[in-house]
């Protein structure tokens, strides 16, 4: 079997001038973190992304979203600046600006990689041009997965930064146990007609939601129950109320009544 | 004046609670793919259909594992994973709370075990995999003595059936020679 890339954005050659925080600073920067009691300046770098993850920092920044109750501002230089929010891979172009502007602002700072490019390079981190994340040039303190993330993860990350929440999502790891066996999805519905059922829904609805609404089907199809099949099916197309599933719902009930 | 204050009075305060109150989000929302081990085969579907490489697989051939990595960090959140799982083993949920101080917190890993092939005894297929799809058989009505001769089959590694396969030819062509050639 071939050895797939595990390395998950460890760069098998080290960006060249990647910086690396003494211990004085580390320690300036927990107190920051921990007791900031004021305003949070926020200097964005845009390393090379698509700008999806921009769109949605000025949408975390919008009424209705407002970062700014936590007094978290945008700043326009980095001598300004608390944070300094990296978004986008690190590309070849936009390392040494992005180090130009860590080094501008002040100590103790914190740095917080946005997006799937900025923790890791995301969908470009093969590319010939593409160190990875920001992390290969500059340490990094906090990091916000998403593509882009929605501007209610960006609060969440803010709020996590603060120290109004606290960090859900922990490593995990699973080794399968004995006798692990995995029954199939609706096992009463001949393999066939199930993938005639979901191929038909996917066309129809496309890849997700075909799916799902293929699942509801089957759901119904499957269930046990003193009631009808068509009647059940009415009565959650009634519920639904949207012309759009019952189409689809018409043209899987076509296929089954066909067999 | 009066006009805009009713009117601001009406409309209310448009700013979402959240953090402070959970943030429901929309129907069909694509957040964190949440993963259940349990239910997952070993297939390797996700990994390739996974555009962003998000999940990888690597395997160990002699501690006879194969690890399953999903790393959020790169995750661009496409679903694609989930069209392809027969099993419906990973799923997006409605999370978009994923934000993390250490990077080693965004990574989910399984560990499967390989079961041998019967012929050469190197490990080499996810033994969950091979059970599901005897268990796909059986459902769709094989009887048993069937399903057991398909086990010898699905527990022999490709390159043994190539083997096989070769020596099979080689055999009937031995024997035909002398029909051939009078
Ligand atoms: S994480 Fe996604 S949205 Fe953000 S810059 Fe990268 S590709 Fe664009
Ligand atoms: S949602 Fe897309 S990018 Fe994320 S793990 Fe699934 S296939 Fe990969
Ligand atoms: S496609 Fe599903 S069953 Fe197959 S390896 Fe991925 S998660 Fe597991």
Redesign the interface.
């Given at each position: 079997?071939i050895?797939?890339?595990?390395s998950?954005?460890t760069n098998l050659v080290p960006a060249p001038g990647a910086i690396s925080e003494s211990e004085q600073i580390a320690k300036l920067k927990q107190t920051l973190l921990k007791d900031i009691r004021r305003s949070a300046y926020v200097f964005r770098v845009d390393c090379g992304g698509c700008n999806g993850c921009e769109i949605e920092i000025f949408a975390a920044i919008s009424?209705?979203?407002?970062a700014e109750?936590f007094g978290i501002k945008l700043v326009s230089s980095p001598r300004h600046a608390d944070v300094l929010l990296y978004t986008g891979a690190m590309t070849r172009a936009m390392r040494q600006p992005a180090i130009r502007a860590y080094n501008a602002a002040p100590d103790p700072k914190i740095v917080i990689s946005y997006g799937?490019c900025g923790?890791?390079?995301?969908?470009f981190?093969?590319l010939y041009c593409v160190w990875g994340?920001t992390?290969p040039v500059i340490p990094?303190?906090?990091?916000?997965?998403?593509?882009p993330?929605?501007p209610?993860?960006t609060?969440?990350?803010f709020?996590?930064a603060l120290g109004?929440?606290d960090?859900?999502?922990?490593?995990?790891?699973?080794?399968?146990?004995e006798d692990?066996?995995?029954?199939?999805?609706h096992?009463q519905i001949?393999?066939n007609l199930r993938v005639e059922l979901e191929r038909e829904a996917?066309r129809m609805a496309g890849?997700?939601?075909g799916?799902i609404i293929a699942d509801r089907f089957m759901h119904l199809l499957g269930a046990e129950e003193p009631t009808p099949f068509a009647e059940r099916v009415q009565h959650y197309l009634d519920r639904e109320d949207d012309p759009r599933l019952a189409e689809i719902f018409g043209k899987l009930t076509d296929i089954v009544l066909k067999r | 004046m009066l006009k805009l204050l009713t009117g601001l009075f009406k409309t209310g305060d448009?700013?979402?609670k959240?953090?402070f109150a959970p943030?429901p989000?929309s129907p069909?929302f694509?957040g964190?793919p949440e993963?259940a081990?349990?239910?997952?085969?070993a297939c390797a579907a996700c990994?390739i259909a996974c555009?962003?490489?998000?999940l990888?697989?690597?395997?160990d051939?002699h501690a006879g594992k194969r690890t399953w990595?999903l790393?959020?960090?790169?995750?661009?959140?496409c679903?694609?994973c989930?069209?392809v799982c027969?099993?419906?083993?990973i799923v997006?949920s409605g999370?978009?709370?994923?934000?993390?101080?250490n990077?080693?917190?965004?990574?989910?890993?399984?560990?499967?075990?390989l079961t041998n092939c019967q012929s050469c005894e190197r490990p080499?297929a996810p033994a969950?995999e091979v059970?599901?799809v005897i268990?796909?058989l059986t459902?769709?009505g094989m009887p048993e003595s069937e399903t057991e001769r398909q086990r010898v089959m699905l527990e022999t590694c490709p390159e043994c059936k190539r083997r096989a396969e070769v020596s099979r030819v080689t055999q009937a062509s031995r024997h035909r020679r002398p029909e051939i050639t009078p």
């Open positions: 079997m050895q797939l890339d595990t998950h954005g009424p209705l979203f407002d109750r799937a923790c890791t390079g995301g969908i981190h093969d994340g992390d990094v303190d906090l990091y916000i997965p998403g593509c993330p929605t209610a993860a609060i969440y990350a709020a996590l109004l929440l960090q859900k999502l922990k490593a995990r790891h699973h080794v399968e146990g692990e066996n995995v029954v199939p999805i096992p001949p393999l996917r890849y997700r939601h799916r | 448009a700013t979402v959240y953090p943030y989000v069909g694509r964190k993963f081990p349990k239910r997952c085969i990994t555009p962003a490489n998000a990888t697989m690597s395997t051939h990595k790393n959020y960090g790169r995750c661009i959140f679903a694609r989930e069209e027969p099993t419906g083993a997006l999370d978009f709370e994923l934000a993390v101080f990077k080693a917190d965004l990574m989910v890993t399984a560990e499967f075990t080499f969950k059970n599901y268990e796909l459902r769709a």
